[in-house]
């Protein structure tokens, strides 16, 4: 797939929403936990019941390595059974990258993720953008030949992100700086929407950065991060898209996979509460825009 064929699938949905399968042993269902020989099969067992629960009313997943990585080994067996489910099941599928701290890392990651027989087939990553372009380059050969897509985060929705993403530096916010070397590596691709394989991840909860990032960069595509963060909403997120409605996607984050806890639920209508958070989070999401 490509980013392409996720502005497609946006846009025959209507729904701008992508599911996140990101959770503690905590956060599940306590009757999934008692039914299941393992905490690793108990997580893949919620992520495949919300698959199938939601597929063809929400366009894409994105799914955390870590999350499966600290289950150990069944977790990781389990990440690349789900993984392969999700693209079985038609979803655009983008994964948080493992921990990437220096350059060998980086062609490491991109060789092994990216490759035709990896074991953890995906369509995008999620990559840290300040370790500098040098991490971000070894991912760019795929990009260009293999239908596949990035998304550097450069702005997050943790409370303390201002402390550091949110500093000026020769004029510009330093996230902002950080997204300019994103559009840099950017050049030269783009699909027949216009919009390039390297994309940008930004929060929910910082508008102004939204609003900035889509005026700045109309080719790059945003991945709106933090749905269910402090302070974000669903006029937020709407400055992320253009005047069509394109060039983004909001994570819907906790706000989906643990609405059960939300809804105070036992747990039993986990299904159920996912199902009804989506529907909330895409008419809450229409109000401020039309996909056209």
């Not at 038609?90 to 092994?112: C, F, K, N, S």
């Not at 253009?242 to 906790?254: E, L, Q």
Request: aromatic residues 8%; hydrophobic residues 40%.
């Amino acid at each position: 797939m490509s980013i392409d064929t996720l502005q497609e699938k946006i846009r025959k949905t209507k729904c701008p929403v992508m599911l996140e399968l990101a959770a503690s042993v905590s956060e599940l269902p306590p009757h999934i936990l008692s039914e299941t020989p393992s905490p690793a099969e108990g997580y893949a067992r919620v992520c495949r019941e919300l698959l199938d629960t939601l597929k063809g009313s929400v366009p894409a997943v994105r799914v955390s390595f870590s999350s499966f990585a600290l289950l150990g080994p069944e977790g990781v067996a389990q990440l690349s059974a789900i993984l392969r489910y999700a693209k079985k099941l038609g979803y655009y599928v983008t994964l948080d990258a493992p921990e990437i701290l220096g350059v060998r890392a980086a062609e490491r990651t991109a060789a092994a993720i990216f490759a035709d027989d990896s074991a953890f087939p995906c369509d995008s990553l999620i990559l840290l953008s300040y370790l500098g372009t040098d991490c971000v380059r070894p991912f760019l050969n795929a990009c260009k030949s293999a239908n596949k897509d990035i998304f550097t985060a450069i702005r997050t929705a943790n409370r303390s992100a201002p402390e550091l993403q949110d500093l000026l530096a020769g004029g510009r916010l330093v996230h902002i700086a950080a997204a300019d070397l994103v559009s840099r590596c950017a050049d030269g691709m783009s699909g027949k929407y216009g919009y390039s394989p390297v994309g940008i991840m930004s929060a929910a909860n910082a508008p102004d950065s939204l609003r900035s990032l889509r005026a700045k960069y109309p080719r790059l595509f945003l991945l709106v991060d933090g749905y269910s963060a402090v302070g974000a909403n669903a006029k937020n997120c709407s400055y992320a898209f253009d005047k069509f409605g394109h060039g983004a996607i909001v994570c819907g984050g906790g706000s989906i996979l643990r609405s059960w806890q939300q809804a105070q639920s036992d747990g039993s209508d986990y299904l159920k509460q996912a199902e009804a958070s989506v529907e909330r989070m895409k008419r809450n999401l229409l109000r401020y825009l039309t996909i056209l």
